[in-house]
């Protein structure tokens, strides 16, 4: 509207000067005028000079006077360009201020909403990275538990390993003293039955065909020296009886052979029961080597199972925290990347976002400097 009005005038003016310029309206002019009224009159040309040096003023007294401003004031005090190349000028820099200010206002709205997000999905990253290595943490624990339980049991089977062969050894050991016993109580009795009968076919012998007193007391201190020998034998074998001396030099002969006889005949009973208690002692102590035997392998058995599935669960442990490490190693490489992606967006944002009031604050100083200085250009008294 004040444009329009402006250039109404400004053509009224135009016209007017020209017509007071024309040499036949100027030598009338100067005969019925006076010449100081003449000069005020004409003095309506130097009324551009004082719109410049009014718009000039209004740029100067600018909160802000950024380089767009100073190309303004230039173009003002340059003198050579026309208003309408200034007003063409000031309507084109409020054009590219509120351009400016948009894409601002669009950036900041952007940054601040990747911002945000960026940092929600740094805190869920490393958040995920803390529970991670807290799970890696926990397994590996139970992993170094798993591995002492499973190191007990290998080492308790040993133990039992060696328990086993002891007692087999020593079972052999003893089975071995019983047989060599057994043997020898065997060969006893049987040095027995061949006494027995050799004094069986000497006594039946004398009573037959009597012999001298000498002969027969020969033959029964003979008699008698053997069975002290046996009973010698006998001791050794059983220390708990004492020998039994059997004195035969005053008998008849045929109580001294029957007193021999029952002499062998109760070494014989004892080497018998001898030999019944070794063999059920023998028999007693392979039974109870047998059980302890498979007491031993039952236990062995147990202890290895436990064992084997000790291992089975710390591999499938082991498998597990190797996928959460791998998952720990792709966490930290997103972590990574989303702390560059980070970076960046402050590298990008941080300094409109520090200065986003401060610019603003500049463009609407700079939009109100100008649009004053267009209208002052344009007819606008601002004196």
Known sequence: ?????????????????????????????????????????????????????????????????????????????????????????CSGLMTLLQKEQAEDDDKKVFCEKELDKTEDEKKTTERGIADVKTVIGEAEDTLEAISKEIEGGLAGIKVLDGEVDEQTNMRKTEHKAVQEELAEANAAKSLLEMAKSRLGKFYSKTEEKPEPEAAIQTDDDEAESFVQLKMTSRSRMHAKEAPVMADLKHKKKSEAASGVVEMLNVLKEDLTKNVAELETQEENDQKDYEESMAESASKRALNARAVADKEAQKADLEAKVHKVKEKLRASNTDLMETMEELMGLHKDCDFLLKNFDIRKKAREDEGEAISKAKAVLAGADYK
């Open 1 to 89: 509207m004040y444009k329009k009005q402006m250039s109404v005038e400004l053509a009224s003016l135009t016209d007017t000067i020209k017509i007071l310029n024309d040499d036949d309206a100027l030598a009338l002019m100067k005969k019925t005028l006076p010449a100081a009224s003449s000069a005020s009159f004409l003095q309506l040309a130097s009324t551009k000079k004082d719109v410049r040096s009014t718009a000039i003023r209004v740029l100067k007294k600018a909160g802000h006077k950024g380089h767009r401003l100073n190309s303004i004031l230039l173009a003002l005090q340059g003198k050579k360009k026309g208003f309408d190349v200034v007003i063409e000028k």
